[in-house]
């Protein structure tokens, strides 16, 4: 079936940093958002994205939606203990029909104090 | 609000036996749906309603049930559990049926023997 790749799949960091993840498909997207995981909880929206190239923030979080509409990428400045979590990306192919959501495999952060 | 509200938190089950995760929202959903979580993968799709009375299978529905005969509740049926079933499950909702917005329960870890 359809994959998103997601990367990287994991990353160590020392707080104060900034990150940066993404997700790659082979087909175009009309839509890619972005979920946060904690243990042992369900999925956060983070931000959502509807248009090639738009770029949108949500405190030291920002998205963009790329060009090409194959790509989304995740930035989060000067990170903190409380990133600490799993970051997946979606893609819809078509408005208008959730069954074509798709997740990614998600990148595992970590942040040492 | 409690927003959607998954029970069992944890269940063991015998292969060959059947059960039901349930799932309430209380935020007046129209969309709700589905999904599997297993280690390294994404969250696969598994079963979706766009409003009572209506389901639509996913990307992964064999050995899965459900009806939506209220908005509030979706609750998911294994008729014959396997232990290719084990694994967490997560209910989602959005009140919009086409944008990729999802509020997602906390989860239903379930193994099956």
């Known amino acids: 079936g359809q994959q998103l790749n997601q990367s990287p799949q994991s990353m160590f960091i020392q707080e104060g940093e900034d990150v940066s993840m993404n997700c790659t498909s082979s087909?175009?997207?009309?839509?890619w958002l972005w979920y946060k995981q904690e243990p042992g909880e369900g999925p956060v929206l983070l931000i959502a994205l509807y248009k090639a190239g738009e770029l949108t923030s949500n405190g030291r979080l920002t998205a963009q939606f790329g060009i090409t509409r194959k790509d989304s990428f995740l930035n989060i400045s000067a990170s903190i203990p409380s990133d600490v979590g799993i970051y997946f990306c979606?893609?819809?192919?078509?408005?208008?029909?959730?069954?074509?959501?798709?997740f990614g495999k998600g990148t595992k952060l970590s942040v040492k104090p | 609000n409690a927003g959607v509200t998954q029970t069992p938190k944890f269940q063991v089950l015998k292969t060959g036996q059947s059960m039901t995760l349930q799932c309430a929202q209380d935020?007046?959903?129209?969309?709700m749906s589905w999904y599997r979580q297993d280690p390294g993968m994404g969250l696969r799709l598994i079963h979706y309603?766009?409003?009572?009375?209506?389901?639509d299978q996913g990307e992964v529905p064999n050995g899965y049930n459900v009806s939506r005969s209220t908005t509030e509740d979706f609750p998911l049926r294994l008729l014959s559990a396997a232990p290719s079933q084990t694994s967490v499950y997560f209910c989602?909702?959005?009140?919009?049926?086409?944008?990729?917005?999802?509020?997602f329960g906390e989860g239903s870890r379930l193994t099956v023997l």
């Open positions: 087909s175009i997207f009309n839509t």
């Open positions: 309603s766009v409003g009572a009375g209506i389901t």
């Open positions: 935020m007046n959903h129209e969309y």
């Open positions: 979606a893609g819809r192919k078509v408005r208008g029909s959730q069954g074509n959501l798709i």
């Open positions: 989602a909702s959005s009140y919009w049926t086409d944008t990729g917005e999802l509020f």
